[in-house]
């Protein structure tokens, strides 16, 4: 065996060697020049994810017995290439082993394994009253490993020091595969250490007692008077100090586009508010010519502490550089900087009582020659901090040659002979710490001896960059604005259920850079993964420099899917055909769109307000649409209703790509609303409220139609009626609910409060509220992770489901019909015990009404769909060829039947038809096209008996949507095909025309 075969025997699906997740894992927070990434390349050639210190064991072995690198991944947001392989090898990722082993809340401490993310890390110890007592920037992506073995410093720095002094214990596997306790000397010697010397795999930190932190805001005319300040404030018993030069001050202002903060260097102090040191802060201001900015400036420069990086988007890329240098000499540093560097913008955070950590951000475009030519920059400014008694702020792959300033003499001395003892043939995250790349060493030689030449080129050639060749530029350009920081990877959806990062947005973007750079290609599994994104839309509200991310996924698929041809999935097509014969997606009769509207509501045909059902509120969970109605009749609203003319909103062929059908359903939606003269559209279904309150204005506009239709969802027209009186809830309910914000209508459309309110105006019912809510409410996973990786629908519908518990409800309300659909299933097949209801049931209850419930409706509608849907599946549709095989043989061209009868009497024609088999892959593709349509009379009877459960209706339809299905599924699902059936069909051309049987 392979160490590749063995990895994958024992870790399965956790472990990979894909290309475009390898190349992505070859990245971290840095933009690497193309040209540095030549000299030295970091592409892994696996990456694997264990869950126990067992695991990370048999990954030693495995390391020692075929002399293959590991090397260590936290986050990823280093800078320095700590978490890059520079011998190829396994990269282990530690983002499953992520659990919060214990709280302390007397001792004031906590014990996590190492692939914890910080933010979460804190969020859990504010439930025990604690905090962190310091924590990098790159809080909301950063793991406590990673933290730890880069020993970094940050926010909270000035009091308590680097990460390791935080650490109490740490539980290492070393590389004879020993698992120890190091604490004291030892652990120190073991912190900051980047994993040379071990994995870690537990850490016991030392936290401090949750406070009110009071943030205070200076600005200052100058660089001299910033320093007087820093020399004097740092007397004070503070707990965060930070400062700003000017350069810095002016970018992030642009990028915000604000300008409440002068563009003048800037400092930022932050305490507990039990020290009260205003004053204090104050009188020392006003000694050095500060100037105390508002308060409310101060707290909102104080919340952008984790996005140092906005200005990035002016770039769209950033050369970074990083130091430490003594705070008596900032204005000298800064001095010099801005002579030999240019205008970069320093940011200073004070790691101890006399150092700080400068991060300089130099604007360039990573796509130009001239930033190739100004990477000695990073080089000057590190040299400067060293002029004046500074150093490098950390190691990694770029600065592995700087390790005996950082660690210090002696560390270093230790941690060099404990190498050579136990890791003598460097396996362990190798090129780090006490080795390093000698190109790359020669690389950053030459820089710094060119640095004059190069400063010339680089203001010669100071270019546009290039745009992204066949991508759209929008989505180009985002793609290097994007700052690889991972904060969008630990909200995103999808990559909380799959934990790879080619799931999520950093890992999507990077791909997309390669892809530009020519070092990969869009094949059916990227495309996949973009069309799986849940469009939550989570991401955007934590990216750092703002970017669109849905919307720009949105704009890829209907480019991946229309016009590169790419395959959506293939639900998707069956709904397409469906709405093409019968505008609805659940392939319903359309003479029964309507057949739930109940017989004591009444509504008219025209009117200004429209009520908008949708499909799956009119075929699947009818009751939603029903007492939308029965509410409005009692609210006293005047409506209109479409009937059996309701279209689809066309939402479902939009995330699919599938735009030319979108075009028509939109266009078709249009004349309705004109027909009706409508103003207003309400309507239940937030995907539907996406469709009409996104991507009909912007589809209106370009196809030159005016558009002056306000949306409205049901819960803000019920609002004001529930509030006068008008609509009177009089029968208590006495329940504990929760409520599930859907995506559509939350982050898509600011709808938080209506619903509450309705839910809160029902008499006796209690509301409690889960732990994400509102802005950042769970995904309930959409039916996109429902048609397209069912396990992960489960995974994300249970984490919904088991909030709600948690929250002590045993009931979960929402109003959208597919949450509803997708949390339903995820309740079935957990087993959870949570109901899930439409918001609506309970205040038709609450007005007199028997509460309606559909989800065993639910349950059996799924349950057909999700039998047809394997009978899709590639291996099943294999299944199903082979079954058919024989009459396809009477099907094919009657030239190749005349050639094939002839060979009858040929000696060895058994070999011939064997020879054939090669041809197969070009032969089938060409006759395809004829012989599928001859075979659905056999296809469709077939489908029949396969899915049992199939309601008589769809049986009906079926002749007119499986040609549809299928001449758009078969044609692109050939390549998986073929190899499952082309065995079978050389012996059925050898039964057909040779007599033969095998």
């Known amino acids: 065996m392979t160490w590749k075969s063995e990895l994958f025997h024992k870790f399965g699906d956790r472990a990979t060697d894909d290309k475009i997740e390898r190349k992505i894992y070859a990245r971290d927070l840095a933009e690497t020049p193309k040209m540095l990434r030549r000299v030295v390349d970091t592409t892994p050639e696996a990456v694997v994810q264990p869950v126990n210190v067992d695991e990370i064991l048999y990954l030693i072995e495995l390391s020692q017995k075929y002399g293959v690198a590991l090397t260590p991944r936290g986050a990823g947001t280093s800078g320095f290439g700590a978490a890059l392989p520079a011998n190829k090898g396994i990269v282990v990722d530690f983002s499953r082993m992520d659990k919060i082993l214990a709280v302390n809340?007397?001792?004031?401490?906590?014990?996590?394994?190492?692939?914890?993310?910080?933010?979460?890390?804190?969020?859990?110890?504010?439930?025990?009253?604690?905090?962190?007592?310091?924590?990098?920037?790159?809080?909301?992506?950063?793991?406590?490993?990673?933290?730890?073995?880069?020993?970094?410093?940050?926010?909270?720095?000035?009091?308590?020091?680097?990460?390791?002094?935080?650490?109490?214990?740490?539980?290492?596997?070393?590389?004879?595969?020993?698992?120890?306790?190091?604490?004291?000397?030892?652990?120190?010697?073991?912190?900051?250490?980047?994993?040379?010397?071990?994995?870690?795999?537990?850490?016991?930190?030392?936290?401090?007692?949750?406070?009110?932190?009071?943030?205070?805001?200076?600005?200052?005319?100058?660089?001299?008077?910033?320093?007087?300040?820093?020399?004097?404030?740092?007397?004070?018993?503070?707990?965060?100090?930070?400062?700003?030069?000017?350069?810095?001050?002016?970018?992030?202002?642009?990028?915000?586009?604000?300008?409440?903060?002068?563009?003048?260097?800037?400092?930022?102090?932050?305490?507990?508010?039990?020290?009260?040191?205003?004053?204090?802060?104050?009188?020392?201001?006003?000694?050095?010519?500060?100037?105390?900015?508002?308060?409310?400036?101060?707290?909102?420069?104080?919340?952008?502490?984790?996005?140092?990086?906005?200005?990035?988007?002016?770039?769209?890329?950033?050369?970074?550089?990083?130091?430490?240098?003594?705070?008596?000499?900032?204005?000298?540093?800064?001095?010099?900087?801005?002579?030999?560097?240019?205008?970069?913008?320093?940011?200073?955070?004070?790691?101890?009582?006399?150092?700080?950590?400068?991060?300089?951000?130099?604007?360039?475009?990573?796509?130009?020659?001239?930033?190739?030519?100004?990477?000695?920059?990073?080089?000057?400014?590190?040299?400067?901090?060293?002029?004046?008694?500074?150093?490098?702020?950390?190691?990694?792959?770029?600065f592995a040659d700087e390790a005996k300033n950082v660690l210090g003499e002696e560390k270093y001395e230790k941690v060099k002979k404990l190498k050579e003892i136990q890791d003598a043939r460097g396996l362990f995250n190798p090129c780090k710490i006490t080795q390093y790349n000698k190109l790359l060493s020669f690389a950053k030689d030459v820089a710094k001896n060119v640095k004059p030449m190069a400063e010339v080129l680089s203001r010669r050639l100071k270019q546009e960059g290039k745009p992204g060749g066949d991508l759209d530029a929008r989505l180009a350009n985002a793609a290097y604005v994007c700052s690889q920081c991972g904060f969008c990877k630990n909200e995103c959806t999808l990559y909380k259920s799959t934990r790879w990062e080619s799931y999520s947005p950093r890992g999507k973007f990077i791909f997309l850079k390669d892809y530009m750079e020519g070092s990969v290609k869009f094949n059916q599994d990227m495309v996949n993964k973009f069309l799986l994104c849940t469009t939550c839309k989570r991401c955007d509200n934590v990216c750092q420099v703002n970017l669109p991310i849905q919307d720009l996924w949105d704009e890829l698929r209907g480019e991946l899917i229309q016009k590169r041809d790419f395959a959506t999935f293939r639900a998707f097509e069956m709904m397409g055909a469906s709405v093409k014969d019968n505008r609805n997606i659940w392939a319903g009769p359309t003479e029964e769109r309507d057949a739930w509207v109940p017989e004591d509501v009444t509504y008219k045909e025209k009117g200004e307000i429209l009520y908008w059902a949708g499909c799956t509120a009119s075929y699947v969970e009818d009751n939603i649409s029903a007492n939308a109605m029965r509410l409005l009749n009692a609210a006293g609203v005047e409506f209109a209703y479409m009937g059996k003319e309701e279209n689809c909103c066309g939402v479902p062929m939009f995330v699919a790509g599938k735009w030319d059908v979108f075009g028509d359903i939109f266009k078709y939606n249009m004349e309705q609303l004109r027909k009706r003269g409508v103003k207003k559209v309400v309507l239940s279904c937030p995907g539907c409220y996406v469709a009409w309150s996104h991507a009909y204005p912007k589809w209106a506009k370009m196809h030159g139609i005016e558009w002056n239709i306000e949306i409205e969802h049901i819960s803000e027209t019920l609002v004001p009626y529930l509030k006068d009186g008008t609509l009177k809830l009089n029968k208590e309910i006495n329940e504990t609910v929760t409520w599930h914000d859907p995506c559509h209508i939350g982050r898509h459309g600011g709808i938080y409060d209506a619903p509450r309110e309705c839910i809160k105006a029902i008499p006796g019912l209690q509301f409690t509220e889960m732990e994400h809510n509102r802005e950042d409410g769970l995904c309930c996973g959409s039916v996109l992770t429902r048609i397209g990786k069912p396990d992960a629908a489960n995974d994300i519908g249970q984490r919904r489901l088991q909030e709600a518990e948690q929250a002590g409800a045993s009931t979960l309300l929402t109003t959208c019909p597919c949450c509803q659909v997708q949390l339903r299933i995820a309740a079935d097949k957990t087993g959870s015990e949570v109901k899930v209801m439409d918001f609506t049931d309970y205040l038709v209850e609450a007005l007199g009404y028997e509460r309606p419930d559909s989800t065993d409706k639910t349950l059996e509608t799924w349950a057909v769909f999700e039998n047809v849907l394997e009978q899709m599946e590639t291996e099943q549709m294999a299944e199903m060829f082979k079954e058919l095989m024989p009459g396809m043989m009477q099907h094919l061209p009657g030239w190749m039947k005349t050639a094939m009868s002839s060979m009858k009497s040929f000696p060895g024609n058994e070999s011939i038809v064997n020879a054939m088999k090669p041809m197969i892959p070009k032969m089938v593709p060409a006759m395809i096209g004829d012989i599928l349509p001859k075979m659905m009379p056999e296809a469709v009877e077939l489908m029949k008996k396969r899915v049992p459960n199939m309601p008589q209706h769809m049986q009906n339809m079926l002749p007119d949507l499986l040609p549809e299905v299928m001449s758009r599924v078969v044609p692109k699902a050939l390549p998986e095909l073929l190899p499952l059936i082309e065995d079978k069909m050389i012996e059925e051309m050898k039964r057909a025309f040779l007599k033969k049987t095998s």
Request: charged share 25%.
């Open 105 to 398: 809340a007397k001792e004031q401490t906590v014990k996590v394994r190492p692939g914890v993310v910080l933010k979460d890390l804190e969020n859990e110890l504010h439930k025990h009253g604690l905090a962190l007592r310091s924590y990098p920037t790159s809080l909301p992506s950063a793991t406590a490993g990673g933290w730890v073995a880069t020993n970094g410093a940050g926010v909270g720095s000035f009091e308590y020091g680097a990460a390791g002094e935080s650490v109490i214990s740490m539980e290492v596997v070393t590389p004879a595969g020993e698992v120890k306790t190091v604490t004291g000397e030892e652990k120190d010697v073991y912190v900051g250490t980047e994993g040379v010397l071990g994995f870690i795999t537990a850490i016991e930190l030392k936290v401090r007692k949750l406070e009110k932190e009071v943030p205070l805001l200076v600005t200052f005319a100058n660089n001299e008077d910033l320093q007087a300040f820093m020399n004097k404030v740092v007397d004070l018993p503070l707990w965060h100090v930070s400062f700003s030069s000017r350069e810095f001050v002016a970018n992030q202002n642009r990028a915000k586009k604000e300008d409440e903060i002068p563009d003048n260097p800037l400092a930022l102090v932050v305490f507990p508010a039990s020290r009260a040191l205003d004053g204090d802060v104050a009188r020392i201001a006003e000694s050095c010519g500060g100037r105390m900015l508002a308060k409310d400036l101060a707290e909102k420069e104080w919340q952008e502490r984790f996005y140092p990086m906005r200005q990035k988007v002016l770039g769209p890329s950033l050369i970074p550089a990083e130091a430490i240098g003594p705070v008596a000499h900032i204005t000298d540093i800064l001095g010099d900087i801005s002579k030999q560097v240019g205008p970069m913008g320093i940011e200073g955070t004070m790691v101890n009582k006399s150092e700080a950590a400068l991060l300089g951000f130099l604007l360039s475009d990573a796509r130009t020659l001239s930033y190739t030519l100004d990477q000695h920059k990073p080089i000057v400014v590190l040299e400067i901090a060293k002029k004046y008694g500074g150093r490098s702020y950390g190691n990694g792959l770029y």
